[in-house]
C-alpha cells in the first residue's frame, strides 16, 4: 500500500462461490450482476435513489449478523456473500408472501403479465402456495392523467414512481398518501401527470400492472410481441430504443438504456408518435411513367431504363431528402448524385421546443423532429422550409433539370411538382400527387423495415434492426440507390448489405471515412464535429 | 404522600419535585436549586460533560438503552458544521407516559437537559419534537422556554458564559412512527415520517443531513442531574450495568397506576405487589407487559427478577422505556394481542414490504381467532409471519409487532387453543 497509483480503489468478494474485484463502494447487487447472479429487487433501480424498502434483495454476508438489503449495502474486502442461502431465500420467500397479502392476482387482464417482476419472482423463489385466507384490499383504479393509468390494488409500493418524478423528472406529482398497508401512489393536483412529458417511464419503471399505458391498454399479451433494437424516430436526439411488434404492426416503444445518449428513459412525445411507422397504402412496386401513366415494372427493368436515362443527361439535378432516411440512404444518393456531376440538395424538418430532463440533462426532447438532421447535414443537404416541416421546395419544384427525391412524401408540394424536370426521380413510401408526376417511382422502406444507422445531435452514429415486414417490392433506399450507382459507374460495386453500403460512405459523408459497423458498438459512435473536421481541412 | 401517590420505596430524583406546580415556573425552578447543573456544566470543558456521563453509566431512557455519553462521544468533534440536538418528546409507546409527567411538572429541568446535551455535544440548536397529543405539556414547556429565552437562559450567551444555544419546540402531528429517530428526524423536516436507512447513523448524518445527536427526555434530564452530582453520586442506585433510578408507568390491573421512581434492578414483583399493590381485585396475575407493547410477555410466574436491562434481557424480554402493563387472569391474551397488532399495522409507515403487510395480515388473522372462527394451522402461520417480519427491515417496528405474537403463542398458547375449540370458551369476553 505505500505506493499510490491513480487505478481506483478495489475490492474481492465472494459471490456466490464466484471470486470478483469491484471498485471500493460498489453495491451489493451491483457487484452480483457483475458476477451473473441477478439478486430479486423491486425499490432499487440503477437511476434512482435506493431506499431499501422493499426487501426484497436480502442476501446473506457472512459474520453479519442480520441479512443485508444488497441494494444499499456495499461490498467489503474479504465478503462471502450468499444470495441463495437458505437464510436469504426465506426471507425473500416471506416477503413474496407479504405482497401476496393484498396483490389481486388479476394477470388475465393485466397487461404487466409475462414482463411482471412479482409473476417473475414469485415463479423462481415465491411460496408453492398460498396461505392468505383473509379478504384482499380493494382499490380500484385512477386516471394519472397523461398516458398513466393507475390500478391502485396492484401496486407492490417500491415508489420507483415517486422518485422518478422527484429525482429524474424533477417535478414532483406522485406522492404516498396514509401509511402502513393504507399507503398508496397518489397524483396531488387534478391535472395528475398531465403536461409532463416524461411521465410515461413511469411506466416502465412500475415492476408490476399498476401503472399501465392507456394508448398500449388490453391492446397486445406481452409474450406475444417481438422486439427490435432500434433508435426514436422522433427527434434528432436518438433515444435507444426497442420497436415492439404483432401481426407486422409497432404495438409500443420502449427505451433500450444507453448511458451516454437516454440512460434508461425516453419522451412522451417519441415514445406515443408511432402511428405513422404503421401507415398502410404503401407503394408496393417500382413504377415507370410510359406514355402519360405509370406501370409496374421489376426493379432490374425500372433501374436499367434509369440508369440509361441518367448516363445520357447534362442537366443540372436538385434534390429533396427526408431527415428520416438513414445514413446509408442519404450517403448512397450522394454518391449517386456526385457520380452524375454534383447537385444541390435540401430537407425539410419539423421543429418544436427543446424540453430537457432535468435529472439527465443529456436527454432532451430536441428542436428537430426527426432523428437524422445530423446525417442529411454531414452529407451535404441544407435545410430549407419553415418550421412545419413545409415549403422551401418552390425552385426545385420548377426545376427544369434532374429532380431525386428521397423519402419526402411532398405532401404540401403543388400538384404539378416536377413537371417540367426532364428526369424526375422519386424514392419513397406514399403516392403523393406530387409523386404522380414522377417519371420514376421506388418503393422504400421506412426505418423500421431495414437496418441501418442514425447520426444524433451529438453526431453519434447509432445502428437500428429491421423490425417490420418489407411491403410487396420496397427496398431500402441505399440499395435501390446503390444498384443504379453500379449502373452509371465504372468503379461502384453494388452493396450487398447495410453494413457494406455504410462502409463506402467514406468518400462523401464528413467524419465517416473509414467506419465500419463493428466501429459503433453498443453504445454507438460519436463523430468529430463538422467545424473541427473543416479546420483539419477534411 | 402527595402527586397520585408516592410510594416510600420510591427513590425520588427525577420525580422529586412533580405534584408542586411551583416547580413549573423559572422563579420555583431556581427556588429548588434550578439551573445548577447548567450553569455547571457551560463553565466545563465539553469534553469534560461527555465524560462524566460515560462514567455515570446512564443508558437511553427511549428504549434502547444505548448509553448516552457514548451517543454523545460518536459526535464529531468539528465543529465546521451545525450540529444539532433533538429530545424525543414523541413518547408513543402504549403504556407509556412517564416524559408527559417529566415536562408537565418540571419543564425547566428539561430545558437544564437541553443546555446539558447540546453544550456537551457543540450544537447551538435544540429541538424538542413533542407528540401532537400533548397539549398541556406542549403549552407548559412553550412556557417555560419563553421564560428562559427572557431570563438568558436560552438563546445568545446563555447565563453570560458566551455559548450560544437556541431551543425550537416542534409539535409532531400524532404518528408514532415519528418516535423512531430517524423517522423523527424527516418529520422535523417536513418529510413524511419515515425512518431513514442506517447507515449513516445521526451523528455522521441527522438533522437536515448535519450532525445529531437523538436523546429521550428522561435520558437528557437525568444527564443534569450526573453533571451536578458527579458519575460517582448516580452510580450509588442501580446495577453495575444499569445505573441510577428510573420512571416506571404502570398501568392495567394493579391498584395504584401511575409513575413510580425505583433504582434499577428493584425487584419486579415486589414492584407491582407492593409499590403498585398487586391487582385491584386481588385476583392472580397471568401476564406482564415490563417494557413497552414493543417487549415479549412475561407471565405472572415470571417476576422475581431485577428491572434492569440485563435482568430483563435473560428473561427473555427488555425493559425499553420502563411502561409496566399488568394483566390479571380475567384477560383475554388473544384479544390484548390482537390489540397490539392493530396499533402496530395502524403505525406502521408502510416503507417495508414485511411489516407494511405482515402487521395487517397477522391483525386479521388474530380478529379472526378472537372471533372463534380460528384454524388449526393459524399459529403455525402467525409464527412465520412474526418470523418474516423480525430483523428485516428499516426501523424495528416490524420487530416490535412480531414480538408480542411469538411471546404470546410461546406462553399463551393454551388461550388462543381455547377460542379455537368447537364451543370457544373464551369468546363471549
Ligand atoms: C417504532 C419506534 C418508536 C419509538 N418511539 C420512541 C418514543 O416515543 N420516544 C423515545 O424517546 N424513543 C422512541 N424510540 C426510540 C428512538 O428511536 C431512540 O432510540 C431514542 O429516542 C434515543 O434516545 P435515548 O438514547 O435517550 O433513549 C422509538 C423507537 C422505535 C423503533
Ligand atoms: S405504482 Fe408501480 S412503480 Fe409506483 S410504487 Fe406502485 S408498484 Fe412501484
Ligand atoms: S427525446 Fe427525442 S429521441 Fe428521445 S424519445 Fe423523445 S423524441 Fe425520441
Ligand atoms: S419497519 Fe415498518 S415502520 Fe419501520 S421503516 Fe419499515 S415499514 Fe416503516
New interface residues.
Given amino acids: 500500500m505505500a505506493e499510490t497509483s491513480n487505478a481506483p480503489e478495489t475490492v474481492t468478494c465472494t459471490i456466490d462461490g464466484m471470486e470478483i474485484t469491484v471498485p471500493k463502494g460498489t453495491r451489493i447487487i451491483d457487484a452480483a450482476a457483475m458476477a451473473g447472479v441477478d439478486v430479486p429487487h423491486y425499490c432499487y433501480h440503477p437511476s434512482l435513489s435506493a ?6 434483495c ?1 442476501v446473506e454476508v457472512e459474520k453479519v449478523p ?2 443485508v ?1 444488497s441494494c ?1 449495502g456495499t461490498v467489503a474486502d474479504g465478503n462471502v456473500i450468499h444470495t441463495q442461502s437458505e437464510k436469504a431465500l ?2 425473500r420467500e ?2 413474496l ?3 401476496m ?2 396483490h389481486p392476482l388479476d394477470c388475465p387482464v393485466c397487461d404487466q403479465a409475462g414482463e411482471c417482476k412479482l409473476q417473475d419472482y414469485i415463479s423462481a423463489e415465491g411460496p408453492a402456495m398460498g ?4 379478504p384482499k384490499r380493494v382499490l380500484g383504479r385512477d386516471d394519472f392523467g397523461g398516458d398513466v393509468l393507475f390500478y391502485a390494488d396492484r401496486c ?2 417500491c415508489t420507483r414512481c415517486v422518485r422518478f418524478m422527484r429525482e429524474v423528472a424533477q417535478d414532483e406529482r406522485l406522492t ?1 398518501v ?6 398508496v401512489i397518489d397524483t396531488f393536483f387534478e391535472e395528475g401527470l398531465e403536461g409532463n412529458l416524461w411521465a410515461d417511464n413511469i411506466v416502465d419503471l412500475c415492476p408490476v400492472g399498476a401503472l399501465v399505458s392507456k394508448d398500449f391498454l388490453h391492446k397486445a399479451r406481452a409474450w406475444d410481441l417481438d422486439r427490435t433494437p432500434s433508435v426514436c424516430p422522433n427527434c434528432s436526439q436518438g433515444c435507444n430504443v426497442r420497436l415492439e411488434t404483432r401481426d407486422n404492426q409497432v404495438m409500443r416503444i420502449k427505451p433500450r438504456p444507453n448511458a451516454e445518449v437516454n440512460d434508461h428513459w425516453m419522451c412522451d412525445y417519441g415514445r406515443l408518435n408511432y402511428e405513422w411507422i404503421n401507415r398502410g397504402a404503401r407503394i408496393e412496386a417500382p413504377l415507370v411513367m410510359d406514355g402519360g401513366r405509370h406501370v409496374s415494372v421489376s426493379w432490374s427493368q425500372a433501374l436499367t431504363r434509369l440508369a440509361d436515362a441518367l448516363r445520357d443527361s447534362t442537366a443540372g439535378v436538385r434534390a429533396v431528402v427526408s431527415p428520416f432516411a438513414a445514413n446509408e440512404d442519404l450517403g448512397t444518393l450522394r454518391r449517386v448524385l456526385e457520380t452524375v456531376g454534383g447537385g444541390t440538395g435540401v430537407f425539410r424538418c419539423e421543429t418544436g421546443e427543446e424540453v430537457p430532463l432535468p435529472g439527465f440533462p443529456t436527454l432532451k426532447l430536441r428542436t428537430d423532429r426527426a432523428a437524422n438532421v445530423a446525417g442529411a447535414e454531414a452529407f451535404a443537404f441544407t435545410r430549407a422550409g419553415g418550421t412545419d416541416g413545409t415549403g422551401g421546395i418552390d425552385d426545385v419544384a420548377g426545376h427544369d433539370g434532374v429532380i431525386f427525391v428521397l423519402g419526402d412524401e411532398l405532401a404540401d408540394a403543388p400538384a404539378d411538382f416536377g413537371s417540367r424536370a426532364t428526369l424526375f426521380v422519386y424514392v419513397g413510401q406514399f403516392l403523393s400527387p406530387a409523386a404522380r408526376n414522377a417519371h420514376f417511382v421506388l418503393p422504400s422502406t421506412t426505418f423500421a423495415e431495414m437496418e441501418g444507422t442514425f447520426t444524433n445531435v451529438q453526431r453519434r452514429v447509432q445502428r437500428f434492426w429491421p423490425a417490420l415486414q418489407v411491403p410487396g417490392m420496397a427496398r431500402p433506399a441505399w440499395q435501390v440507390l446503390g444498384v443504379l450507382l453500379a449502373g452509371i459507374s465504372e468503379d461502384a460495386q453494388v452493396p450487398g448489405t447495410a453494413a457494406e453500403a455504410f462502409a463506402a460512405l467514406g468518400a462523401v459523408g464528413a467524419g465517416f471515412a473509414g467506419l465500419g459497423y463493428d466501429d459503433l458498438g453498443a453504445m454507438g459512435r460519436v463523430l468529430p464535429q463538422l467545424g473541427a473536421l473543416a479546420e483539419a481541412g477534411d | 404522600m402527595a402527586y397520585p401517590y408516592i410510594h416510600p420505596s420510591e427513590t425520588r430524583v427525577l420525580s422529586k419535585h412533580f405534584g408542586e406546580p411551583e416547580a413549573r415556573t423559572l422563579k420555583g425552578w431556581e427556588a429548588r436549586g434550578g439551573y445548577e447543573a447548567a450553569r455547571k456544566a457551560l463553565s466545563m470543558e465539553r469534553s469534560a460533560v461527555v465524560d462524566e456521563v460515560k462514567a455515570s453509566g446512564l443508558r437511553g431512557r427511549g428504549g434502547a438503552g444505548f448509553p448516552t455519553g457514548v451517543k454523545w462521544s460518536f459526535m464529531p468533534k468539528k465543529t465546521d458544521k451545525p450540529h444539532f440536538l433533538v429530545c424525543n418528546a414523541d413518547e408513543s409507546e402504549p403504556g407509556t407516559f412517564k416524559d408527559r409527567e417529566l415536562m408537565r411538572w418540571t419543564p425547566h429541568a428539561l430545558i437544564e437537559g437541553l443546555l446539558v446535551g447540546a453544550y456537551a455535544i457543540h450544537a447551538e440548536h435544540a429541538y424538542v419534537y413533542i407528540r401532537g397529543e400533548f397539549f398541556e405539556a406542549a403549552q407548559i414547556m412553550a412556557r417555560a422556554i419563553e421564560e428562559a429565552y427572557e431570563a438568558g437562559y436560552a438563546g445568545k450567551n446563555v447565563f453570560g458564559l458566551g455559548v450560544d444555544i437556541d431551543i425550537t419546540l416542534h409539535l409532531g402531528a400524532g ?1 408514532y ?1 415519528c418516535g423512531e429517530e430517524t423517522g423523527l428526524l424527516n418529520s422535523l423536516e417536513g418529510r ?2 419515515e425512518p431513514r ?1 442506517k447507515p449513516p447513523f445521526p451523528a455522521i448524518s441527522g438533522a437536515f443531513r448535519f450532525p445529531t445527536a437523538v436523546n429521550n427526555v428522561e435520558s437528557l434530564i437525568a444527564a443534569a442531574h450526573v453533571v451536578l452530582n458527579g458519575a460517582a453520586w448516580y452510580k450509588q442506585w442501580g446495577t453495575e450495568k444499569s445505573t441510577g433510578t428510573k420512571l416506571f408507568c404502570v398501568s392495567g390491573h394493579v391498584k395504584r397506576p401511575g409513575n413510580y421512581e425505583v433504582p434499577l434492578g428493584f425487584n419486579f414483583k415486589e414492584f407491582i405487589y407492593d409499590v403498585c399493590g398487586g391487582t385491584p381485585s386481588g385476583r392472580p396475575i397471568k401476564a406482564v407487559i415490563p417494557g413497552g407493547s414493543s417487549v415479549p410477555i412475561l407471565t405472572g410466574d415470571e417476576l422475581d427478577i431485577g428491572m434492569d436491562y440485563e435482568a430483563m434481557a435473560a428473561a427473555g424480554t427488555m425493559l425499553g422505556c420502563g411502561s409496566v402493563i399488568v394483566m390479571d387472569d380475567t384477560t383475554n391474551i388473544v384479544k390484548q394481542v390482537r390489540r397490539m397488532v392493530d396499533f402496530y ?10 411489516c ?6 397477522a391483525a ?2 388474530l380478529r ?1 381467532i378472537e372471533n372463534g372462527r380460528g ?1 388449526p ?1 393459524d399459529l403455525e ?1 402467525l409464527l ?1 409471519i412474526s ?2 417480519m423480525s ?4 426501523c424495528v417496528l416490524s420487530d416490535a409487532a412480531a414480538a408480542p405474537i411469538t411471546s404470546s403463542i410461546e406462553k399463551f398458547r393454551g388461550d388462543y387453543e381455547a377460542l379455537m375449540a368447537p364451543v370457544p370458551a373464551l369468546a363471549a369476553r
Fill in positions: 431506499p431499501a424498502q422493499c426487501r426484497m436480502l442480520k441479512l438489503p444499499s426465506q426471507a416471506g416477503v408472501e407479504f405482497y397479502v393484498n396461505r392468505g385466507k383473509e407492490v409500493m404516498v396514509q401509511r402502513g398497508s393504507r399507503a | 404518528a412512527i413524511r415520517g436507512m399495522a395502524h403505525e406502521s409507515c408502510g416503507q417495508c414490504t414485511p407494511r403487510e405482515g402487521t395487517t395480515w386479521k388473522i379472526r384454524q394451522d402461520t412465520q418470523e418474516n430483523g428485516k427491515t428499516i
